[in-house]
T-cell receptor, first 110, second 115 residues
Framework: GESVGLHLPTLSVQEGDNSIINCAYS??????FIWYKQESGKGPQFIID?????DKRQGQRVTVLLNKTVKHLSLQIAATQPGDSAVYFC?????????FGGGTRVLVKP | NAGVMQNPRHLVRRRGQEARLRCSPM?????VYWYRQLPEEGLKFMVY????????ESGMPKERFSAEFPKEGPSILRIQQVVRGDSAAYFC?????????????FGNGTRLTVT
């Protein structure tokens, strides 16, 4: 059959507000997760990672939460800025490769 | 310390021509990964190479696509007899070690357009 491109879900957020981006994963054996940010015309850029023995990790303006019970990750961005406008991907390691989960487009409104 | 370098940034090929995409990993990195991205989609794994070895090519199309990472020089992703469906952004990433406990460092990609 013919493949159809998927449209990424979009999160619109007011500048200065907090953003929460969600991600579900399916492999319960995954033990390492990474969030990447991809701006238009660029490659994915590492934001923050978390291992399965943790449920929370904080970076500069970002926090990642991991709920292994329901296989869910979230990325929280504090005081969202125009430069945060991008597509955000969560990834997990599976055997020899990082596997991209669903992406979310974040649009920051001035 | 230069990041992952990919060239060319943009490549236009006519149907039936060959496309060669180059990737120089970060200094000290001997593991290279190639991904393909269609518009509005995530990146899809294609192949994982170490110096002179293909470790995992489970994401590579069976025909027309090949990859190498020689002892000296950049990694090359080669697409023979390109078709319009090959139009996409191709990203390379590198890491210093094999394993599942570190992030990959990505280049800014090569955007291939097949006319």
């Amino acid at each position: 059959g013919e493949s159809v491109g998927l449209h990424l879900p979009t999160l619109s957020v007011q500048e200065g507000d907090n953003s929460i981006i969600n991600c579900a994963y399916s492999n319960s054996a995954s033990d390492y997760f990474i969030w990447y940010k991809q701006e238009s015309g660029k490659g994915p850029q590492f934001i923050i990672d978390i291992r399965s023995n943790m449920d929370k990790r904080q970076g500069q303006r970002v926090t990642v939460l991991l709920n292994k019970t329901v296989k869910h990750l979230s990325l929280q961005i504090a005081a969202t800025q125009p430069g945060d406008s991008a597509v955000y991907f969560c990834l997990s390691w599976e055997v020899n490769k990082l596997t991209f989960g669903g992406g979310t487009r974040v649009l920051v409104k001035p | 310390n230069a990041g992952v370098m990919q060239n060319p940034r943009h490549l236009v090929r006519r149907r039936g021509q060959e496309a060669r995409l180059r990737c120089s990993p970060m200094k000290g990195h001997s593991h290279v990964y190639w991904y393909r991205q269609l518009p509005e989609e995530g990146l899809k794994f294609m192949v994982y190479l170490q110096k002179e070895n293909i470790i995992d090519e489970s994401g590579m199309p069976k025909e027309r696509f090949s990859a190498e990472f020689p002892k000296e020089g950049p990694s090359i992703l080669r697409i023979q007899q390109v078709v319009r469906g090959d139009s996409a952004a191709y990203f390379c990433a590198s890491s210093p070690q094999r394993g599942n406990n570190s992030p990959l460092h990505f280049g800014n990609g090569t955007r291939l357009t097949v006319t």
